[in-house]
């Protein structure tokens, strides 16, 4: 489904997810070839030309390639050369929690909740320092716990960086969210709890397990071919991942991808 295709209802919130651009302390970054500045700012732009209005954004971690304060903020000043809707943040693997959390910009974002109407989108941390694999520390758990409680009457999306249940690519598989069974314990006993979405995989993916609808968002460099056994690098190009959030609980989504570019990708990488 393109972006164009979502249904047209009243009051829905238009959420942009972008996730995993990997850049680096300056602007002259490559990841297997392609300049991770320039494939953001296509995506940036992409999604200024094909939405006409935006509630709010979230990035879902990796936004640095090697962790580095001018990596997050040039990331923001990026970001706000298009858009000056709401946005929220959280780390992914290859980032820094602490530098994320001790930035300082005219601009941050939201590191753990933000509302939308009759939605709220929870960001968790299921970064672990030095590992590529995710885990969500108790008290992460315990805040979900606490925002579901409190927000009963709130149709909730939950947004991390790892993915919790397997993607169908057995290398990235092995990194996944590794207490994923405490997190949908959780989830489980909150009705409320409509989607949950991530990154971390560089490509797209959508499942639904017990009513709750599960998603993977294209990266916004280089893209992994899916189902696949080893590392290997997709030839689909950057994208994004909209969603429409309506009053009562109903949810559309649907991803949209850069075209009319040609990127210099190391397609032949064993790995990065």
């Given at each position: 489904?393109?972006?164009?295709?979502?249904?047209t209802?009243?009051h829905a919130?238009?959420l942009?997810q972008?996730?995993d651009?990997h850049l680096?302390?300056?602007?002259?970054?490559?990841l297997?070839?392609l300049?991770t500045?320039?494939?953001?700012?296509d995506?940036?732009q992409?999604i200024a030309a094909?939405?006409?209005a935006v509630?709010?954004?979230?990035?879902?971690g990796?936004?640095?390639?090697?962790?580095?304060s001018?990596?997050?903020?040039?990331?923001?000043?990026r970001?706000?050369d298009?858009?000056?809707?709401?946005l929220g943040w959280l780390?992914?693997n290859?980032?820094?929690?602490?530098l994320?959390?001790?930035?300082?910009h005219?601009h941050?974002?939201?590191p753990?909740?933000m509302?939308?109407?009759n939605?709220?989108l929870?960001?968790?941390?299921s970064?672990?320092p030095?590992?590529?694999?995710?885990?969500l520390?108790?008290?992460?758990l315990?805040f979900?716990e606490?925002v579901?409680k409190?927000g009963?009457?709130?149709?909730?999306m939950i947004?991390l960086?790892h993915?919790?249940i397997?993607?169908g690519?057995?290398?990235?598989d092995?990194?996944?969210?590794?207490n994923?069974?405490?997190?949908?314990?959780?989830?489980?006993?909150?009705?409320?709890?409509?989607?949950?979405t991530w990154?971390h995989?560089?490509?797209?993916?959508?499942?639904?397990?017990?009513?709750?609808q599960?998603?993977a968002t294209?990266?916004?460099c280089?893209q992994?071919?899916?189902?696949?056994?080893r590392f290997?690098?997709?030839?689909?190009?950057p994208?994004y991942?909209?969603f429409?959030?309506?009053?009562?609980g109903?949810?559309?989504?649907g991803?949209s991808?850069v075209?009319g570019?040609?990127y210099?990708?190391?397609y032949?990488?064993?790995g990065?």
């Amino acid at each position: 489904m393109s972006w164009s295709e979502s249904p047209t209802k009243e009051h829905a919130m238009r959420l942009i997810q972008i996730t995993d651009s990997h850049l680096g302390p300056d602007s002259e970054e490559l990841l297997l070839g392609l300049n991770t500045d320039d494939s953001l700012i296509d995506v940036l732009q992409l999604i200024a030309a094909e939405q006409t209005a935006v509630d709010a954004l979230v990035c879902t971690g990796d936004i640095a390639s090697n962790p580095h304060s001018g990596s997050y903020a040039r990331f923001l000043d990026r970001v706000r050369d298009y858009f000056t809707a709401p946005l929220g943040w959280l780390p992914g693997n290859h980032d820094s929690a602490e530098l994320m959390a001790n930035l300082e910009h005219p601009h941050l974002p939201e590191p753990r909740l933000m509302n939308l109407g009759n939605w709220q989108l929870v960001l968790l941390d299921s970064s672990v320092p030095g590992e590529i694999y995710g885990e969500l520390e108790e008290s992460e758990l315990a805040f979900l716990e606490r925002v579901l409680k409190a927000g009963s009457e709130r149709h909730t999306m939950i947004a991390l960086h790892h993915q919790p249940i397997p993607v169908g690519s057995e290398w990235i598989d092995e990194y996944l969210l590794r207490n994923a069974r405490d997190f949908f314990g959780v989830i489980d006993q909150h009705s409320q709890v409509k989607a949950v979405t991530w990154g971390h995989v560089h490509q797209s993916f959508h499942q639904q397990r017990n009513g709750v609808q599960l998603y993977a968002t294209p990266a916004t460099c280089v893209q992994f071919k899916p189902n696949s056994q080893r590392f290997a690098v997709d030839t689909v190009m950057p994208g994004y991942r909209w969603f429409d959030l309506h009053p009562d609980g109903t949810l559309e989504s649907g991803v949209s991808r850069v075209n009319g570019k040609i990127y210099r990708i190391d397609y032949q990488s064993a790995g990065y």
